[in-house]
């Protein structure tokens, strides 16, 4: 897999290359927004690491023009401007995950690693586990045919653990994605859901299995023998 990144600091991008080639993947490096522009009409890239201070221009111009074009490929911005604005709005122009710099390369490269195996939408929305289907165009769980009448907040948390799945997903980065950057649910809010959701799926026979993992995180995994569900 091949991912581009649009970097004008030369010293970081080669260093990214570097970390990505020992990972596993190949890499073209563009220092510009027109060469990025023109990278990604040549390339079919699995995922791109994109800079906001370019020399010809923002990097969220690129991105919006890259959206319109109907590229979906993952985008991971990784920029000095850290402030949460600037955050919301790399996120809102369609940008999936942010890194503010300086960081570390190899958090960079796991972060890269998580999107690439999210579901991408043009595979369409579909993602499952064990015998658990979520559609999440359609926000409809299913355990085998069984249909399970989930709320729209335990479908989300359901797809996050499964996009997840045999990864301890942090706790704050649960609260994160279920109530938004604004959030300001009561600190037990999250232990609600989870208990919800591995009520439905004891319930459903499903096989897997939701586990917390104290002061951590939850991890969703596959368990053939569903009496186990503690
Ligand atoms: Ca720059």
Redesign the pocket.
């Known amino acids: 897999m091949r991912v581009l990144i649009v970097?004008?600091?030369r010293e970081l991008a080669q260093l990214i290359a570097k970390r990505l080639d020992q990972s596993g993947f190949e890499s073209d490096r563009v220092d510009t927004a027109d060469l990025a522009r023109q990278a990604v009409e040549t390339v079919d890239y699995a995922a791109l690491v994109l800079?906001?201070?370019?020399p010809d221009g923002d990097g969220l111009s690129f991105l919006r023009w890259l959206r319109q074009q109907g590229k979906a490929l993952p985008v991971l911005i990784a920029s000095a401007r850290n402030g949460l604005e600037d955050r919301v709005s790399g996120l809102r122009q369609g940008a999936d995950d942010y890194l503010a710099k300086p960081f570390s390369v190899d958090e960079l490269i796991a972060r890269l690693h998580a999107l690439m195996r999210r579901p991408r939408k043009m595979l369409g929305n579909v993602l499952s586990a064990g015998n658990v289907v979520i559609d999440s165009d359609k926000h409809q769980v299913n355990v085998g045919d069984r249909v399970l009448p989930m709320r729209l907040r335990e479908t989300a948390l359901l797809d996050l653990l499964i996009r997840h799945k045999n990864r301890v997903v942090p706790r704050r980065y649960v609260e994160d994605q279920l109530f938004g950057i604004d959030g300001d649910q009561d600190s037990n809010a999250i232990e609600v859901y989870i208990h919800r959701v591995r009520r439905q799926l004891l319930d459903a026979q499903a096989t897997v299995k939701v586990h917390n993992v104290r002061g951590v995180g939850y991890m969703l995994f596959e368990d053939k023998n569903p009496a186990n569900m503690n």
């Open positions: 970097e004008d600091n800079d906001l201070g370019l």
